[in-house]
């Protein structure tokens, strides 16, 4: 099994975070979106500035995942306000868990949700929650192998598409 490790993103990753940001949502999600939409999402989500304030924001974290230096994958997570629902202070927000897909099965997304887990319990919160889009079966499995019970649903908007997330948790205490 290769060596995969862990290493905290900072403003001088931008460039970085870009890149890998858009090749795994373009890889997950483009057979089911039009390519309109995933263009619009890529443009808006990943723009300079809007990752500049992500990695400002004292109360949201990235972190890449490598293999032989090379990134493969990224988790970001919220607390507090910066969750995009809940915003409950006794909770940790997944907001994102990608992959390349060339590296899936090989224990990467695993290790990023364990660092979330670690992260979540440094800071003693009682749940982590997420959501995932419904026709994500490949995710809502990981997420159910790892303890996760869905709760919610909420609307996700692709560009014009609105599309439903099932929101999930798993308490910790």
Not at 122 to 137: A, D, I, M, R, T
Request: proline content about 1%; hydrophobic content about 35%.
């Amino acid at each position: 099994m290769e060596n995969i490790t862990i290493q905290k993103v900072t403003i001088k990753d931008l460039e970085k975070l870009q890149k890998i940001g858009k090749a795994t949502f373009s890889e997950t999600f483009s057979s089911g979106n039009t390519e309109k939409n995933i263009e619009k999402y890529l443009t808006e989500g990943f723009s300079n500035e809007k990752l500049t304030n992500e990695l400002n924001n004292e109360n949201s974290e990235f972190y890449f995942a490598l293999s032989k230096n090379n990134i493969i994958g990224y988790l970001k997570i919220n607390f507090g306000a910066s969750q995009t629902e809940l915003k409950d202070e006794k909770a940790l927000e997944i907001e994102r868990i990608y992959v390349l897909k060339e590296f899936h099965g090989r224990k990467a997304g695993q290790i990023l949700y364990e660092k979330a887990i670690e992260i979540a319990q440094q800071k003693n919160s009682h749940y982590v929650w997420l959501g995932v889009w419904e026709e994500n079966p490949r995710a809502i499995r990981f997420y159910k192998k790892n303890g996760f019970i869905a709760f919610d649903k909420h609307i996700f908007k692709l560009g014009d598409d609105e599309q439903t997330d099932i929101m999930m948790k798993l308490k910790l205490r």
